[in-house]
Nanobody, 125 residues
Framework: QVQLVESGGGLVQAGGSLRLSCEAS????????MGWFRQAPGKEREFVTA???????????YYRDSVKGRFTISRDNAKNTVNLQMNSLKPEDTAVYYC???????????????WGQGTQVTVSS
């Protein structure tokens, strides 16, 4: 069982930046793939980005096309955290952002892993 707690959401103007963090419980954080999803009002939850890690190859990252070049996911295995740096924010990025964890990148990207409670990100125009 993994518990996830997000922080860092808030209100920002278009073009601004926010940094989300997710702290995970458990002693095997480095073995989990981690990711972020978001859900805007009236829309389905959608994949945003994910990161995996292995001792041999390091981190691998994945992004939905609409956030490539603006969002950066990173992880700190020593602190059991995954971060999402969001730059050049747009009003269409407004959503509740959820942290996700799973045994593999496929589990995370298909939404079949563990979830945090979500944090609101609002981008004003």
């Amino acid at each position: 069982q993994v518990q996830l707690v997000e922080s860092g959401g808030g209100l920002v103007q278009a073009g601004g930046s926010l940094r989300l963090s997710c702290e995970a419980s458990g002693r095997t954080f480095s073995s989990y793939a981690m990711g972020w999803f978001r859900q805007a009002p009236g829309k389905e939850r959608e994949f945003v980005t994910a990161i995996s890690w292995s001792a041999t190859s390091g981190s691998s990252t994945y992004y939905r096309d609409s956030v490539k070049g603006r969002f950066t996911i990173s992880r700190d295995n020593a602190k059991n955290t995954v971060n999402l740096q969001m730059n050049s924010l747009k009003p269409e990025d407004t959503a509740v952002y959820y942290c996700a964890a799973g045994a593999s990148i496929v589990v995370v990207t298909t939404g079949r892993g563990y979830w945090g409670q979500g944090t609101q990100v609002t981008v004003s125009s």
